[in-house]
């Protein structure tokens, strides 16, 4: 079953903060975050696994509470470069993705 | 850089004719994606392969079809296109080198067109 993002979509100017949510109704093994700029390909950004740490990559970093099944990806100062849309995927097992419908964010001057 | 291509990148196609999109990788991945990507969707997986000659569907597998019989190629078809069908294709590998899970890492895609 697909998981839940939101929220659909965000506006930010640059600096400010943002949190992007994900969540499923099944148990889960880990989490991926992508990012896709328009007209390119998906880009892996991070993955939380089960019992595992929260991820950071630079000012954009992610957690994962197992018992709610539930993702938070945290974009913090944004940059004009944060734009595009971040998909989660959650793996139930098996290596097989489903992802979520995507955020779109866009960051303004 | 994973050393992902996919060919044709641009394709448009009449509705029952068949159509095959091909992806190449160059690092020896064993395993493989296939996902359409529509405008509220997301990306939906259609086939995937954990090796040579093993492959099984994905959530939205009906009339698409998938080989592989080299590492390096992985092959879907649309048996007999249909305007559903238009949408932009996407390739995938996971390299599991360092961890158990599953990365994946996007070819550039594949914009199918069926009129």
């Known amino acids: 079953q697909q998981p839940v993002q939101s929220p659909q979509a965000v506006i930010l100017r640059e600096g400010e903060d943002a949190v992007i949510n994900c969540s499923s109704s099944?148990?889960?093994?880990?989490v991926h975050w992508y990012r896709q700029k328009h007209g390119e390909a998906p880009v892996f950004l991070m993955i939380?696994?089960?019992?595992?740490e929260q991820k950071g990559h630079d000012k954009i970093s992610a957690s994962f509470n197992e018992k709610k099944q539930q993702s938070s990806l945290y974009l913090t100062a944004s940059q004009l470069s944060y734009s595009g849309t971040y998909f989660c995927g959650t793996e139930a097992q098996g290596g097989k993705l489903i992802f979520g419908q995507g955020t779109e964010l866009s960051v303004k001057p | 850089d994973a050393g992902i291509t996919q060919s044709p990148r641009h394709k448009v196609t009449e509705t029952g004719t068949p159509v095959t999109l091909r992806c190449h990788q160059t690092?020896?991945?064993?395993?493989m994606y296939w996902y359409r990507q529509d405008p509220g969707h997301g990306l939906r997986l259609i086939h995937y392969s954990y090796g040579v000659k093993d492959t099984d569907k994905g959530e939205v597998s009906d009339g698409y079809s998938v080989s592989r019989s080299k590492t390096e190629d992985f092959l879907l078809t649309l048996e007999s296109a249909t305007s559903s069908q238009t949408s932009v294709y996407f390739c995938a590998i996971t390299p599991r080198i360092l961890t158990d899970s599953y990365e994946q890492y996007f070819g550039p895609g594949t914009r199918l067109t069926v009129t």
């Open positions: 099944k148990a889960l093994y880990s």
């Open positions: 939380l696994l089960k019992g595992g």
């Open positions: 690092e020896n991945h064993r395993y």
